[in-house]
């Protein structure tokens, strides 16, 4: 079963900005490794050559998974509720047990990115606070047991 890809509209415009890179900048450079390694002679034992084509193939392989996300994205719409967390919203939540305050941006799985303050949809916290109201506090379902935050606010 294929599975829509659940992206902002910034997610989308990375995506496709870094597939036009790759096949515009990083694909040609490639193929010039490869045909000047294959100057030095002998394929069977020419370390330039097995590295470009190795390399080659995982570029490919980043083009057609960048290429099928692309295909079924699903381009989230921003939800016009100024206090409900969504996919595409900023909030910011506290944390009950040590009374903390966090700020992460809810997006879809693929562009996930904890150390840029986005997290998926899918997450434990992401799951917990979508379609919560500013105010309101739930119980976030984390492997290692449940706490409990409190939304304090949402940014569209």
Same mark, same amino acid.
């Given at each position: 079963?294929?599975?829509?890809?659940?992206?902002?509209?910034?997610?989308?415009?990375?995506?496709? %900005?870094?597939? #036009? *890179?790759?096949?515009?900048? %990083? =694909?040609? /450079?490639?193929? #010039? =490794?490869?045909?000047?390694? =294959? $100057?030095?002679?002998?394929?069977? #034992?020419?370390? /330039? *050559?097995?590295? +470009?084509?190795?390399?080659?193939?995982?570029?490919?392989?980043?083009?057609? /998974?960048?290429?099928?996300?692309?295909? *079924? +994205?699903?381009?989230?719409?921003?939800?016009?509720?100024?206090?409900?967390?969504?996919?595409?919203?900023?909030?910011?939540?506290?944390?009950?047990?040590?009374?903390?305050?966090?700020?992460?941006?809810?997006?879809?799985?693929? $562009?996930?990115?904890?150390? +840029?303050?986005?997290?998926?949809?899918?997450?434990?916290?992401?799951?917990?606070?979508?379609?919560? =109201?500013?105010? $309101?506090?739930?119980?976030?379902?984390?492997?290692?047991?449940?706490?409990?935050?409190?939304?304090?606010?949402?940014? *569209?």
């Amino acid at each position: 079963m294929i599975e829509k890809v659940i992206l902002t509209e910034e997610g989308k415009v990375e995506l496709e %900005k870094k597939l #036009e *890179y790759l096949k515009l900048v %990083k =694909r040609p /450079e490639i193929t #010039e =490794r490869i045909k000047a390694a =294959r $100057e030095f002679g002998d394929l069977s #034992e020419n370390a /330039e *050559y097995d590295a +470009a084509k190795n390399e080659q193939a995982l570029i490919e392989g980043e083009i057609a /998974e960048i290429e099928n996300q692309l295909k *079924y +994205a699903e381009v989230i719409t921003v939800n016009a509720k100024k206090d409900v967390a969504g996919v595409g919203s900023t909030v910011t939540f506290t944390d009950l047990t040590d009374g903390k305050s966090y700020t992460f941006s809810i997006v879809g799985t693929t $562009e996930s990115d904890f150390k +840029a303050g986005k997290i998926s949809n899918e997450s434990p916290i992401g799951k917990a606070l979508i379609g919560k =109201r500013v105010g $309101e506090e739930t119980v976030v379902a984390a492997p290692n047991g449940g706490y409990s935050v409190k939304l304090e606010k949402v940014e *569209y």
